[in-house]
């Protein structure tokens, strides 16, 4: 029994090992990228919690127009000197009390203050909603860019290998001259220096990949390394058709960050509504009914009557006789809860209005704030079509100049490939120095990474360019 106990252990812990590492293995494409930020990203989140906030007051302003009713119960025992609630005569003793009411209260008119709370409470959850929307937006154009920084960062890490690997390969060869004493002692120091050199371009790389990789892990909210596919990026190098203003008209059109604000302004000028009915009277229905219980309260009934003297006497024939007078006798009983709710239930119901005299200005500034966050509200309109509209014209410039040199760096590629061919025969044959064997090399090893950096930059800005179009897959 306990051998299988053993084995049913190391089982569970191979299959979670197993399991742990197939997570680790797994390779995200941008999709899977994309789908687990906006389902983990803590801003999103919080912003979803804004709009839910929103969608909430919404639902309380329009539940403020419903009538308002509640019910009151109150159980006690009193003892000393206290009013009977039965009688409203003071005794002195112990006795129980019990209340009941339920109350109405209900705004016929104010102004159509709560009318106007529920129209700019829905506009301002409708706002909520397409700022909501703009985060996802935001959120998928950044986990694409840091998704790209990463695959750019990959590929210039992966030309720091191949540069690295060539220049050992050639150490190689100089090792054997040096060690011959056939070649020029010199060569054999300076590729040892070319070494170095690539050795650190090559920890720098590893470095950039690093912290293009914790970017996108911190969008995502992940904390373990992940490995991603760079095989669904469909590079297009095709000049980009659409102008500036065009992108920028489209923007006008789909994004939701406009629509928002938009309706921010709407929300602002019925809060100026709002403010308004301060001026204006209130007018309310109540109503109410109570009743009450107490210990005290008794009932009394005729048991019989007696003949008894009443302490006065008259005087007939020098005789004082007493005067006698029938009196009746009585038993009480106590009245039980029930028939004492039913019998002192009472009912009231009325019509309140309240006129505002003076209350310190307070309603005329209100009015003031609201009208200045309208304004407001429209200035920070104006702000997003301005700064969009320059990053747009910003972008767009920077976007045809990275293809102009992506163009040039293609022919600079293909011109320093050549030359690092002839170069290469000739310092393996010993017809040329190792001067110009190594700056050839070195410009072509540069010429790649900015070729590979000019790549990503240009895509870069065409997901930006699309995502100001609305178009964020």
């Given at each position: 029994m306990k051998n299988r106990y053993i084995i049913l252990t190391i089982t569970?812990?191979?299959?979670?090992?197993?399991?742990?590492?197939?997570?680790?293995?797994?390779?995200?494409?941008?999709?899977?990228?994309?789908?687990?930020?906006?389902?983990?990203?803590?801003?999103?989140?919080?912003?979803?919690?804004?709009?839910?906030?929103?969608?909430?007051?919404?639902?309380?302003?329009?539940?403020?127009?419903?009538?308002?009713?509640?019910?009151?119960?109150?159980?006690?025992?009193?003892?000393?000197?206290?009013?009977?609630?039965?009688?409203?005569?003071f005794i002195n003793q112990e006795l129980t009390f019990s209340n009941l009411g339920l109350s109405l209260d209900m705004t016929i008119f104010n102004g159509f203050r709560l009318l106007n709370s529920a129209k700019q409470n829905r506009l301002n959850k409708k706002a909520s909603e397409l700022e909501t929307e703009a985060a996802q937006q935001d959120l998928i154009l950044n986990v694409t860019l840091a998704y790209l920084q990463v695959l750019n960062a990959k590929d210039v890490l992966d030309l720091s290998k191949a540069r690295l690997e060539t220049t050992e390969q050639q150490l190689k060869i100089q090792k054997e001259f040096f060690e011959s004493e056939s070649g020029n002692p010199a060569d054999y120091a300076d590729i040892l220096g070319q070494?170095?050199?690539?050795?650190?371009?090559?920890?720098?790389?590893?470095?950039?990949?690093?912290?293009?990789?914790?970017?996108?892990?911190?969008?995502?909210?992940?904390?373990?390394?992940?490995?991603?596919?760079?095989n669904q990026i469909i590079l297009d190098f095709e000049k980009y058709n659409l102008s500036a203003e065009d992108v920028y008209s489209e923007a006008l059109q789909n994004l939701a960050t406009f629509k928002a604000k938009e309706l921010r302004i709407d929300a602002a000028k019925k809060g100026v509504?709002?403010?308004?009915?301060?001026?204006?009277?209130?007018?309310?229905?109540?109503?109410?009914?109570?009743?009450?219980?107490s210990s005290a309260a008794e009932s009394f009934s005729s048991v019989g009557s007696s003949i008894v003297e009443t302490g006065d006497f008259v005087t007939v024939d020098g005789q004082d006789l007493p005067i006698m007078t029938e009196q009746n006798s009585f038993s009480s009983q106590g009245i039980d809860y029930k028939d004492q709710l039913d019998n002192n239930l009472n009912t009231v119901v009325g019509v309140a209005i309240s006129v505002p005299l003076f209350n310190g200005f307070r309603a005329k500034n209100n009015v003031v704030l609201e009208k200045i966050q309208v304004e407001e509200s429209m200035l920070e309109l104006e702000r997003t079509h301005l700064d969009i509209k320059n990053t747009i014209a910003q972008v767009h410039f920077d976007m045809e100049a990275v293809y102009k040199r992506h163009q040039s760096l293609e022919k600079q590629v293909e011109?320093?490939?050549?030359?690092?061919?002839?170069?290469?025969?000739?310092?393996?044959?010993?017809?040329?120095?190792?001067?110009?064997?190594?700056?050839?090399k070195n410009n072509l090893d540069n010429a790649k990474v900015n070729l590979a950096n000019a790549k990503y930059e240009y895509l870069l800005r065409v997901r930006v360019l699309d995502y100001y179009r609305g178009v964020v897959n």
């Open positions: 569970f812990l191979m299959s979670f090992i197993s399991f742990a590492q197939n997570e680790a293995n797994k390779i995200y494409s941008l999709e899977d990228c994309i789908s687990i930020a906006l389902e983990n990203n803590i801003n999103l989140k919080s912003t979803n919690l804004l709009a839910n906030t929103a969608k909430v007051n919404y639902q309380q302003s329009k539940a403020d127009m419903l009538p308002s009713v509640n019910g009151s119960f109150n159980l006690g025992v009193n003892d000393g000197r206290s009013i009977d609630p039965f009688t409203n005569d070494v170095a050199s690539d050795e650190t371009s090559l920890l720098v790389s590893e470095s950039s990949l690093n912290n293009a990789k914790l970017n996108l892990m911190q969008l995502l909210n992940l904390e373990s390394d992940i490995m991603i596919d760079s509504h709002v403010a308004k009915s301060q001026f204006t009277p209130e007018i309310s229905l109540f109503g109410g009914v109570n009743t009450n219980y011109a320093y490939q050549e030359s690092y061919r002839i170069n290469d025969i000739r310092f393996k044959n010993g017809v040329s120095n190792f001067l110009n064997y190594i700056s050839s």
